[in-house]
């Protein structure tokens, strides 16, 4: 999982954060697409319908009553249809769709040579 990243431009706040806090916030928030695990999703919760869930999570500690983390979820399809109804400029939607449309791409090779590698895994064993 990739770890959340500091945005430069609210280093404002950061100077009123002491070290002690980001430290504890860098540790423990975290983001993750929890289709990854298929039959639950990943934290003791049922399967996601949405493969374009994106869970982010907050870790408590391990003395947190009724559990460690705290979970929010949003679909990338919920983001999009926000961006669309707020009438973001056309250009901007544009890049985005540039975007996503790079990212399927990504995916679906990745895909395609998984499925190529597991069939060569079955062959081998076969």
Known sequence: MPELQHVPHSGKIAEWVSDDV???INAGVWADLPVMWEE???TGGPPVDDPCTIYF???LGEYA???NQVLYQVTIGELIDELIEDKVDG???QRVADKL???AN???KAAL???SNNKNDIQERG
């Open 22 to 24: 980001r430290a504890a």
């Open 40 to 42: 639950s999703d990943g």
């Open 57 to 59: 999570g907050l870790w």
């Open 65 to 67: 009553e009724g559990g």
């Open 91 to 93: 250009n901007i939607l």
């Open 101 to 103: 449309r790079v990212l």
């Open 106 to 108: 990504k995916l679906e």
């Open 113 to 115: 040579q998984n499925k």
